[in-house]
């Protein structure tokens, strides 16, 4: 491919991808539209986080011993649900994996 058929592709992907060229005689500088700023605007002021958002929990501070018993208990019964015959659990030497039965 020759330099000047991929300067076009290129050309051709930005004015179908709504960027407006420049007005300026020899130049090949392309800008966003007004149209499209604000889009990107809209969405990028989406993602950022608020005030009533989900707080993240400390993940040491929650998950002790009796979580976890709980939760492992959970999820041996979903795998019986799932009608698995048998399955492997790897752990870790963490701390609430470890403790003395009720």
């Known amino acids: 491919m020759s330099y000047g058929s991929c300067l076009r592709a290129v050309q051709s992907y930005l004015d179908k991808e709504g960027y407006a060229r420049g007005k300026h005689s020899g130049s090949t500088e392309y800008r966003m539209t007004k149209a499209h700023e604000e889009a990107r ?34 999820l041996i019964d ?20 470890k403790g003395k039965p009720k």
């Open 41 to 74: 605007d809209a969405y990028v002021s989406m993602m950022e986080p608020t005030k009533n958002g989900k707080i993240v929990k400390d993940y040491h501070a929650v998950f002790n011993h009796e979580y976890f018993v709980d939760w492992f208990g959970k």
């Open 78 to 97: 979903e795998g019986e649900e799932l009608g698995w015959a048998s399955a492997v659990f790897v752990m870790d030497n963490a701390k609430y994996h």
